[in-house]
């Protein structure tokens, strides 16, 4: 359903909410500042368009979104991707991309895509999001240490080899102030958690290197004075090739703010026992992010931290997270010039403790232990995202995962022929009454039983198979009751099949066809290849259309077999014919 959360929650909205949602919104407000500051810079730009982002964005997500406590704004999974985006194509290229990746969330939320993103592998989910989290750290070891480097390297070994190269030039200063702040962010929850520890830790060392006229680099001396004023809309200028290389970021860019918010979500909801739209968050995304860089913002998602934090604070309908934008844009207009005061290192020393919560490396150390094709899916992806680009590291990911399920499928699909195992008297079926070693089969008959989905992934095990068969029989069963859908290989191989055993002069039936198979084979055209008359119900009707076919006389059905309904005809009710009707 695509209706804003802040439509059906203001129904019943009341003034001792709103005080709650106007408390909270204003200290995620206090949160947001220093992370939409520390965001942009880490990303490449400028701290205005981190502010911006989390004013503009931060307000449309929380308006239109499917979330009743979502917090919109600039998120650390996002740095790694804008910085190579404006390092390669510049600011103008960065503002493209976005609203490329704005387009493809609304399309998402339109076609109810928002489920479907759910379905991402967790082991790629970890893999990138800790690979990001090491990326951001080592990015703010320069500033945290005030080392002398000119120019840092984008690319993660040759960073470390140049830091390695500079540890000699520390600037003490620099580093006590980085330390400093740390150690506010660690201790200051001891003492109070209504106020957010990086907001202290930035105006404590503020204050100090104020007062004392330390020298260490500031946003001021960086970048020069914020703006107090708000910006006007531009419309950027790209060209064409530029375009075209844009398109896979802006995916990514798409991908990221997809998943992130809604994990965002799903933990907002277990918070406040509620339930989120995912479609319409997809579209408030995607408003947000066509929006928020006319304005020179950066991409923006749902932030899980400043959502809980919404959340533990009061936060209940959407009108928090538009305080929290409120509370930014005033700031922003009247206190935005002393933010060139703040000095880097302890903008650093919040990433540094941002990267580390983002690293989850209990979750990633837990993940080592799951099965070996989901730790090899988990250390590619991480490995990629560390060394080659995120774009790469999810692309790869998914295909890794995609592979490696299918044959995980492949390998519980079963095909075995039930003939050669009837004199085995330890059967897996025994004791089932619609068994084939209950029954009795004619020489010259083949039984065939496929158990798990028929698709491309079980093909190859199925031709396999088949060619095991030392001699050719003159009537072969495929019995399929245990297989609940089979794709276009899985019919292509039927249909082939069934042309080669009839060159041969052998008589292919199926048994127990289920629902799902029925109705695939009725739509395509490889029914009539078959034959609507070689499928049957159940395995004594196939086994007594064998016996007809041989010019044997029919036995009665076993008498503690499962009763079958009278024969229809597949074509014209399919659902009625499949096995268990």
């Known amino acids: 359903m695509l209706v804003p959360k802040s439509l059906t929650t203001l129904r019943s909205y009341d003034r001792s909410q709103f005080s709650a949602d106007v408390v909270a919104g204003v200290i995620v407000g206090i949160v947001a500042l220093p992370l939409a500051i520390a965001f942009a810079i880490a990303s490449g730009v400028t701290p205005d368009r981190g ?26 999974a996002f740095v790694v991707i804008v910085y190579g985006i404006v390092q390669r194509f510049g600011i103008d290229g960065l503002i493209v991309a976005t609203l490329m990746a704005g387009v493809i969330l609304i ?40 080392l002398k480097v000119a120019n840092l390297p984008a690319e993660f070994i040759p960073k470390w080899r140049v830091i390695a190269s500079h540890l000699d030039s520390i600037d003490i200063t620099t580093a006590v102030i980085s330390m400093l702040a740390l150690a506010i962010m660690l201790v200051w929850p001891r003492v109070s958690r209504r106020i957010p520890g990086p907001f202290v830790a930035l105006i404590v060392t503020t204050v100090v290197a104020r007062v004392f006229n330390l020298p260490v680099e500031t946003i001021g001396t960086r970048f020069g004075a914020i703006s107090a004023s708000f910006p006007h809309p531009v419309v950027p200028h790209v060209t ?20 992130e918010s809604l994990l965002s979500a799903v933990v907002a909801d277990g918070m406040i026992g509620g339930r989120h739209r995912s479609n319409m968050e997809l579209v408030a995304q995607g408003i947000a992010n066509i929006v928020s860089p006319l304005f020179g913002g950066i991409p923006a998602t749902g932030a899980i931290a400043r959502t809980a934090t919404n959340v533990k604070n009061g936060g209940r309908t959407p009108v928090a997270g538009m305080v929290h934008a409120l509370t930014l844009l005033l700031i922003t207009l009247f206190f935005g010039r002393w933010a060139a005061l703040i000095p880097l290192a302890t903008l650093a020393a919040i990433l540094v403790v941002v990267s580390y919560h983002m690293s989850e490396w209990r979750t990633f150390r837990g993940e080592l232990t799951a099965p070996k094709s989901d730790v090899v899916v988990l250390l590619t992806t991480f490995a990629l995202t560390v060394i080659i680009d995120l774009t790469v590291a999810i692309e790869v990911g998914m295909v890794l995962a995609a592979f490696l399920f299918m044959r995980r499928m492949a390998e519980v699909t079963n095909i075995s022929v039930v003939t050669r195992e009837l004199a085995d008297e330890d059967g897996d079926d025994e004791g089932d009454p619609n068994a084939v070693r209950d029954r009795s089969v004619p020489d010259g008959v083949e039984v065939f039983e496929i158990n798990g989905p028929f698709f491309f992934g079980a093909a190859e095990q199925f031709k396999d198979t088949l060619n095991e068969v030392a001699r050719k029989p003159k009537v072969l069963i495929i019995r399929m009751r245990a297989v609940p859908a089979i794709d276009a290989t899985g019919l292509h191989v039927l249909q082939e099949l069934a042309r080669r055993y009839r060159r041969e002069g052998t008589l292919l039936l199926l048994s127990d066809v289920h629902a799902q198979p029925m109705f695939a084979l009725v739509r395509s055209d490889i029914l009539p290849e078959i034959g609507e008359e070689n499928l049957f119900g159940n395995i004594d009707d196939a086994l007594n259309g064998a016996r007809d076919h041989l010019g044997l006389s029919r036995l009665p059905r076993p008498a503690n077999a499962t009763a079958t309904v009278e024969r229809e005809t597949p074509t014209k009710n399919p659902q009625k014919f499949a096995q268990g009707s």
């Open 107 to 146: 399309v998402l939320g339109v076609a109810r895509m928002g489920a479907a993103i759910k379905f991402i592998p967790h082991p790629v989910v970890v893999g990138f999001t800790s690979g990001i989290a090491i990326i951001i750290c080592s990015s703010q070891v320069k500033d945290f240490l005030g």
């Open 240 to 259: 064409l090739d530029q375009l075209r290389g844009l398109v896979a970021p802006a995916f990514t860019i798409a991908l990221l703010a997809a998943v």
């Open 51 to 76: 502010l911006y982002t989390a004013i503009i964005a931060g307000f449309l997500i929380s308006a239109l979104g499917g979330s009743r406590v979502q917090i919109g704004g600039p998120t650390g």
